[in-house]
């Protein structure tokens, strides 16, 4: 069995910075991609940026410039740095790996989801 658990997630002023945390876990064998969506409220969840085994990044037009992704390969963890935070931020963020386990069988596995609120 795998996991994805996500932390970081709060209330911060617009323009101000939060960094969220993803670690996977379990019968890991390699991850594919990991990366960050979100959900608002009355709206459909959508990607926030990807990025893959080889490093290659894909980021939502609405954070390019504002929102980081780094990967600790050896950690099997990705972090989201967030700055210059606005009100449309504010979402459910959910973590997502594609990975493959020890038996072989490739898995897409979702977080539980973490809170970003920006508000004044």
């Known amino acids: 069995q795998v996991q994805v658990v996500e932390s970081g997630g709060g209330l911060v002023q617009p323009g101000g910075s939060l960094r969220l945390s993803c670690a996977a876990s379990g019968s890991i064998s390699s991850i594919n991609n990991m990366g960050w969506y979100r959900q608002a409220p009355g709206k459909q969840r959508e990607l926030v940026v990807v990025?893959?085994?080889?490093?290659?990044?894909n980021y939502a037009d609405s954070v390019k410039g504002r929102f980081t992704i780094s990967r600790a390969n050896a950690k099997n963890t990705v972090y989201l740095q967030m700055n210059s935070l606005k009100p449309e931020d504010t979402a459910v963020y959910y973590c997502?790996?594609?990975?493959?386990?020890?038996?072989?069988?490739?898995?897409?596995?979702w977080g539980q989801g973490t809170q970003v609120t920006v508000s004044s």
């Open positions: 990025i893959n085994s080889g490093g290659r990044t």
């Open positions: 997502n790996a594609v990975l493959s386990i020890t038996s072989g069988t490739s898995r897409n596995v």
